[in-house]
């Protein structure tokens, strides 16, 4: 019996095997993003890590410039999605508020330490492709909001006073200086063996946090 045809008249298997193909594209790009630490590669590449012909991904984007769109999308959607678990809930039922912030923060940072060689890459992309740094900006206000929630909420567990614009202004600090520490886009600002190892930061910019939102 021959494979039972969808509605836009293409067999169910085959739209499988090219959903199968495009994922070893993505897969490939992925690997190449963390290998180089930049979009410096090229779709012959990519092609031969995959196994999948240059027509193929052709067929399903215009060039380079679409598939790293495209990856980056993929994998900028997994991470809001995971800022959103880890970090909205992080400070919940905390025995104190500082002990709440501590817990934000450090679930913030560890998202982008764990993906530092993929953020980084489209940190340096996004300076010329305006889609990129569009994107890439609209998942940065997604954490950002997700940050002040659980800061604010956690104040509020805790009875604690904390303007908007404090909160505000101890994500900056922070934000940037995970920035900094993991050299995100400019790796020729990363600091990871400078005075301070990864724990040692952790607690710092938990204390530092803190005392930026805690500041009459």
């Known amino acids: 019996m021959g494979a039972r045809p969808t509605v836009s008249g293409v067999s169910e298997p085959k ?5 199968d193909s495009f994922a070893k594209v993505r897969a490939a790009v992925l690997q190449l993003l963390h290998e180089r630490g930049t979009g410096q590669f090229s779709l012959a590449e990519v092609s031969a890590r995959a196994e999948v012909s240059i027509g193929s991904i052709y067929g399903r984007v215009s060039g380079k410039a679409e598939l790293l769109r495209v990856v980056q999308n993929q994998e900028f959607d997994r991470l809001d ?5 880890r970090v909205g809930s992080a400070g919940a039922g ?6 709440a912030t501590a817990q934000v923060v450090i679930a913030y940072a560890e998202i982008l330490h764990e993906n530092r060689d993929l953020l980084s890459p489209f940190f340096l992309l996004g300076v010329e492709d305006v889609d990129v740094r569009e994107r890439g900006r609209r998942s940065g206000d997604a954490g950002r909001r997700v940050f002040l929630r659980a800061v604010l909420s956690s104040a509020e567990e805790h009875r604690i006073e904390v303007s908007t614009e404090q909160a505000h202004w ?5 934000y940037s200086l995970c920035v900094r520490y993991l050299g995100l886009g400019v790796t020729a600002t990363a600091s990871p063996h400078d005075a301070y190892d990864w724990p ?3 607690e710092r910019l938990s204390h530092t946090v803190y005392l930026t939102i ?3």
């Open 81 to 85: 999605a995971e800022t959103e678990e």
């Open 94 to 99: 905390a025995a104190t508020f500082e002990r």
């Open 200 to 202: 040692e930061l952790l």
């Open 214 to 216: 805690s500041a009459e």
């Open 170 to 174: 101890a994500f900056e600090i922070f």
């Open 15 to 19: 739209q499988q095997r090219s959903r």
